[in-house]
């Protein structure tokens, strides 16, 4: 896969994030309110943010031919991605007052599910 392809996947994957995330949030903010919709934003964005530090990751290792290597890369991202998230939402838990547990769940749980959707029905 080419860099450009790449590059093109992602930001495709990241505009799905990004819609599923607002169309969450809105819904909250109707349903509970400004916090739920504040909350709701910040874990989509926790999942976003995790994507593109495994983006980053992942794309050191792009020249690679052994499947050793390869997979070893994509393990690290993925480990990345997962720390970067865990960290975002500790740091959300421990500083946002008024946080609403249920919507920052719905919100990471859109991202986090249209990411797989998003790269299954793209064309790669």
Do not use: W
């Amino acid at each position: 896969m080419s860099t450009s392809n790449t590059s093109d996947v992602f930001s495709k994957m990241l505009k799905i994030q990004l819609v599923a995330t607002v169309c969450v949030a809105i819904v909250a903010l109707f349903v509970s309110g400004l916090h739920a919709c504040v909350s709701a934003i910040l874990g989509g964005a926790s999942v976003v943010l995790g994507a593109c530090a495994a983006v980053a990751v992942a794309k050191r290792g792009e020249n690679e031919q052994d499947a050793t290597a390869i997979l070893v890369n994509l393990l690290k991202a993925e480990a990345t991605k997962i720390l970067i998230i865990i960290v975002l939402l500790v740091v959300i838990f421990k500083f946002y007052q008024q946080l609403v547990p249920f919507a920052l769940i719905a919100g990471l749980a859109a991202a986090a599910l249209f990411s797989g959707a998003a790269l299954s029905k793209l064309k790669v």
